[in-house]
C-alpha cells in the first residue's frame, strides 16, 4: 500500500476544556500521495506549490461548530466563528475524512489528536511524524520541544520562515508534515515500505 494522506485539523481548542467542551474540527487539510517511501525520501521539496504538481489529490474544508472557538485557538489558526457561518457542521469533517483517506496511511503530527477530534474512526492506520522525531531524539540531538513549527526549524535553520506562516492553516501544515516526515525517514534507510514505519512507530512509546 502507497497510498499515503498528509493530515491535519484545526480545531475550537487544543483539548477536554470544562467551558469549551472537547475540541471540534473547524478546518480539514489533506493532501494525498501514491508513492513508495524510497520515491518520497528521494522528492526534492522546497516550496509549498509542489503540492499540487505531486498529490493524487488535495482537500480542504472549513466546518461550523456547535460550540465556541477558544480565544486561543483561534490566536493560532487565525479562525473566528464568524468565518465559518454557511459552512457544514463540524460532525460532517469525519465523513469527508473517511472517504478521502480510504485504503492509505494517514500522516500527521500528533495525529492522536486529530484523529481524536475526528471521533476516533476505527481500522485506518496512521503515522505520528512526532513520534518518529522522539525515536530519532533518542540517538541525535533534538530540540527540547517536538512541535511542528520547533522541529521545522530544527532541520531547516536558513529556511523554516518560509514553510512557519503567522498562523496555522490545516494545508499549511500538511506541507510541514510533508517536510518533516521527509526529513524523519533520512534516519531510517531500513524503512522500504509504509508497513515497516507504522510497524516500528508501535515501538515508540
Not at 487539510?29 to 503540492?51: P, R
Not at 520547533?150 to 498562523?167: A, D
Request: net charge negative.
Amino acid at each position: 500500500m502507497n497510498k499515503i494522506i498528509f493530515t491535519d485539523t484545526e480545531t475550537t481548542g487544543f483539548g477536554k476544556h470544562p467551558v469549551f467542551g472537547h475540541p471540534q474540527v473547524i478546518e480539514l487539510g489533506m493532501v494525498a500521495l501514491d508513492i513508495t517511501v524510497d520515491d518520497f525520501v528521494a522528492l526534492e521539496l522546497t516550496e509549498y506549490s509542489q503540492m499540487e504538481g505531486l498529490a493524487e489529490g488535495i482537500f480542504v474544508q472549513r466546518y461550523l461548530p456547535s460550540m465556541a472557538i477558544h480565544p486561543e485557538a483561534s490566536k493560532v489558526n487565525g479562525i473566528v466563528i464568524e468565518d465559518l457561518l454557511g459552512c457544514p457542521k463540524s460532525p460532517l469533517a469525519t465523513e469527508d475524512f473517511l472517504k478521502f483517506v480510504y485504503g492509505g496511511y494517514v500522516i500527521g503530527q500528533n495525529i492522536a489528536y486529530d484523529m481524536n477530534c475526528l471521533g476516533d474512526p476505527k481500522d485506518i492506520p496512521t503515522l505520528c511524524t512526532k513520534k518518529l522525531a522522539k525515536a530519532v531524539g533518542g540517538k541525535f540531538p533534538m530540540p527540547k520541544s517536538l512541535s511542528q513549527d520547533k522541529l521545522i526549524q530544527h532541520f531547516f535553520p536558513k529556511t523554516w520562515e518560509q514553510h512557519v506562516g503567522k498562523i496555522h492553516t490545516a494545508l499549511g501544515d500538511c506541507w510541514k508534515n510533508m517536510l518533516l516526515m521527509q526529513k524523519l525517514l533520512t534516519y531510517f534507510p531500513g524503512f522500504k515500505t509504509w508497513k515497516d514505519v507504522e510497524i516500528f512507530l508501535l515501538t515508540v512509546k
